[in-house]
């Protein structure tokens, strides 16, 4: 591992190797993870540092990734501004009607205070105990939260959030706007604690049609880098955003995560040079056969590694099926090239 790869690479600075490390690294297809966990939901898992600063370290001592990511959910903030957050089997879900929340002003602004969760501490336990691994901090994206929290459930294809845009654009503009406030306020407290990046995880943002994204959405993002440049570098992740590409990259975030759909090679010569890429294999491959894996990892890392500002990552999250052994082997193959 490469910690001083990581921490180059994200600032564009000059470095020998390719730094790595992927989304939701910390979970259940490692059998350590099943262990700590001990039965416990995510909920009471995150309200105690130790066991966060425990899982947060498996992925870097077991993967040998270049950067730790906090063990945390992106929907645990919103149970501070009124809502009630459930885990069940079919994933997550946010258990109140926002619209019945909103008229009867119990859908407040996010404060620290109210959180119950003790992420810094949980944040400082991780660095007493890892001296010089970069941390990675993150929130959810506005229209990926405001998915979850219009449906009460993920929105799929973002059917209800669109409706409302349509229907209802004030009342969506106001729960944009209490997102967007709650996203810096909940990342600058993560920077305060100590994490050294920070990636915004827009997932479903790529439903979104191209004039909903550029007319309404942007203006959101570009406060949330504004509110967070020169503090720490930052990261924008999405999915399925082709359409509006020339609008990301003038988001103002210092990175663009980049899923598994896009040519990463082709797309990492049409843009700017000072914009760092991020990606993309396919997490399809984190259980495939090794000489498949081996093959499309070395395409990405020979075909990205000219470039200053480069992480290797999967394209969206390691998959529940994803094997340890395949990820500690992409890992290897990533850091046998140089640049
Ligand atoms: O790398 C890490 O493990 C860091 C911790 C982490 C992160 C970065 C978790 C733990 N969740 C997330 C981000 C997150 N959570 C995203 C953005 C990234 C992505 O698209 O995967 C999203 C959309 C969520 C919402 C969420 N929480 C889901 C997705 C469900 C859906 O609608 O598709 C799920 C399954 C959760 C629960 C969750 N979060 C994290 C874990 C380990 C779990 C599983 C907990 C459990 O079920 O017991």
Redesign the pocket.
Known sequence: MSYSDFLNAIKAQDHEGIPVW???????YMPE?SQI?NGR??REMCKDPETVAH??EL?VRKLGVDAA???????LPLEAMGLRVE?G?D??SVRSNVMDLMARGKFFEYSKENDNYPLPESIHKFREGNPGVPLIG?S?GPI?LAS?IISE??DGDLSLVRRMIHNEPQRFLEILRILTEMIIDFSKAQLRAGVSVI?I????AGYLSGDMFSKIYSSYLREISAELTGLAPTIY?S?GTWHVQSVLEELGFDYLSVDWRRDILSYSNAIKESLGIQGNLDPALAASDLNVVKAEVMRIANGMKWKNNYIFNLG???PQFGSENILKEIVREVHSVTR
């Open positions: 992927f989304m939701r690294q910390a979970g259940r993870f966990r939901s995510i899982i947060t992925p990511i906090i063990f945390h959910d992106i929907l885990y089997k994933g997550p993150f959810g990926t979850y459930k993920r990636q995880f827009d997932s479903w992740f999915t969206h999250g390691v």
